[in-house]
T-cell receptor, first 111, second 119 residues
Framework: RKEVEQDPGPFNVPEGATVAFNCTYSNSASQSFFWYRQDCRKEPKLLMS???SGNEDGRFTAQLNRASQYISLLIRDSKLSDSATYLC????????????FGKGTTLSVSS | GAVVSQHPSRVICKSGTSVKIECRSLDFQATTMFWYRQFPKQSLMLMAT?????????EQGVEKDKFLINHASLTLSTLTVTSAHPEDSSFYICSARPLLGLGNTGELFFGEGSRLTVL
């Protein structure tokens, strides 16, 4: 079983649509959770951290279910600029712990 | 936010040559840096963890004699791809995270990546 698994994608949606990405992780000891965004041929950039209580940042909402080892990202009112690959990422807590990446889910928003 | 700088961003070399990639944390000290590799349409795969002042820890399947890592200071780690071959062509990305505290969230900051093409 892969450490971090994501929806295979790609997701092709029109502008204004709501889209949800799911992710599961295998290591129950994981402590930190993130969604990163990666544009084509660029390095990943942090989109948002994911907290146990769930958190929202504008049009983006992240949820974490530790019992099910499940993470989600909801994007409302999709914009053309949201087109990218979204990476689900988990890690331990210490600074010396690497992040483990999912394969990513590609989102394409069209007009 | 924290900045990680990576150089060179792009390199093309002949098969059999060695290539060195530098990774610097510009505004924080990093006792640990991470090197990832990403093939087209694949996820980032951790290659090794670079530890300042000690040997790097390599992931299973990554040849330590081929991918030499040196972390000589708290702000610099280097990855040298020795005797590069076409199958080593990939996107190499370094990363580091500031020590927790002072509002740090554990976020990992990435260099811009180095795209290696071996002819």
């Amino acid at each position: 079983r892969k450490e971090v698994e994501q929806d295979p994608g790609p997701f092709n949606v029109p502008e204004g649509a709501t889209v949800a990405f799911n992710c599961t992780y295998s290591n129950s000891a994981s402590q930190s959770f993130f969604w990163y965004r990666q544009d084509c041929r660029k390095e990943p950039k942090l989109l948002m951290s994911v907290y146990s209580s769930g958190n929202e940042d504008g049009r983006f909402t992240a949820q974490l279910n530790r019992a099910s080892q499940y993470i989600s990202l909801l994007i409302r009112d999709s914009k053309l600029s949201d087109s990218a690959t979204y990476l689900c990422v988990v890690s331990g807590y210490q600074a010396g712990t690497a992040l483990i990446f999912g394969k990513g889910t590609t989102l394409s928003v069209s007009s | 936010g924290a900045v990680v700088s990576q150089h060179p961003s792009r390199v093309i070399c002949k098969s059999g040559t060695s290539v060195k990639i530098e990774c610097r944390s510009l505004d924080f000290q990093a006792t640990t840096m991470f090197w990832y590799r990403q093939f087209p349409k694949q996820s980032l795969m951790l290659m090794a963890t670079s530890n300042e002042g000690s040997k790097a820890t390599y992931e299973q399947g990554v040849e330590k004699d081929k991918f030499l890592i040196n972390h000589a200071s708290l702000t610099l780690s280097t990855l040298t791809v020795t005797s590069a071959h076409p199958e080593d062509s990939s996107f190499y990305i370094c990363s580091a995270r500031p020590l927790l505290g002072l509002g740090n969230t554990g976020e990992l900051f990435f260099g811009e990546g180095s795209r290696l093409t071996v002819l």
